[in-house]
């Protein structure tokens, strides 16, 4: 036994990992993390059609070529919107033919790491493999850095001081909520930017807080850029990108 995982642990047979494999970077797997994507039995992981996966590319250092991996790649992401009842019944019975999949594994004896993007609990599809699952299966929930987190240490700006609040709001809300809020935040976090950005930055405008707003994306990554959400002119945001407002509280 390495001293990984010694320090890790290693997985036990039948169980559900949700591992979160943090904003990016994957030096900021957490040590759990790491020793669980190396000794599970089945790497799982989302996938947008076409594409790699952003959570199996974090952990690709970790992967060897001769891991058994289970793709579960989306029926839809922003071909359709989310309100509608195609783009509803498409997902619902994509997440419950991963949970079949997954369960098949489980069953067989067999531990399944799925990867999450951050934390596991924290906007992840993981939650909903999780709902279905965790009655039937043994399940573990690893905590990773969130992306908010990474994204507001790379850009070097506190979050939050003394007595302030976060709020994390997402970039999907309509403009005028998304602005009411914003008008009670004292620290804010906005996520799901992406085709949002120009919604999202008119909704900080509108609240007055243009002037301190930071946009970060692919926070952590090789290509993180870092900019006043002032002078981002862009239509849309890539998958990884998000709206900091730092909190002005007791900066003593």
Not at 100 to 111: C, T, Y
Not at 154 to 169: C, E, F, K, Q
Not at 215 to 236: K, S
């Amino acid at each position: 036994m390495s001293r990984l995982d010694d320090i890790a642990g290693c997985a036990r047979a039948g169980t559900l990992y949700g591992i979160g494999v943090g904003p990016g970077d994957v030096r900021y797997l957490t040590l759990r993390a790491a020793g669980l994507v190396c000794s599970v039995d089945v790497v799982a992981y989302f996938a947008k059609r076409g594409l790699e996966g952003n959570a199996r590319g974090i952990v690709t250092p970790l992967i060897g070529a001769d891991r058994h991996e289970l793709r579960l790649e989306y029926p839809v992401t922003e071909e359709v919107p989310v309100a509608d009842a195609s783009y509803q019944t498409q997902i619902a019975e994509f997440y419950r033919r991963a949970a079949d999949s997954i369960a098949a594994h489980l069953r067989e004896g067999r531990s399944v790491g799925l990867l999450a993007e951050g934390d596991p609990f924290f906007y992840g599809s993981f939650m909903h493999m999780w709902r279905r699952l965790e009655r039937d299966h043994p399940v573990e929930i690893v905590p990773g850095v969130t992306g908010m987190s990474g994204c507001w240490t790379r850009a070097n700006v506190p979050i939050t001081w003394g007595d302030d609040i976060l709020s994390v709001l997402p970039g999907t809300l309509a403009e005028d909520v998304l602005s009411d809020r914003l008008t009670r935040c004292e620290a804010a976090v906005i996520m799901k930017v992406g085709r949002n950005l120009p919604k999202v930055k008119r909704a900080v405008a509108s609240a007055g807080l243009l002037a301190r707003a930071l946009y970060v994306e692919r926070g952590t990554m090789e290509d993180q850029r870092i900019t006043p959400l002032a002078d981002c002119n862009q239509e849309r945001g890539p998958y990884f990108s998000m709206v900091l407002i730092p909190g002005q509280g007791r900066a003593l």
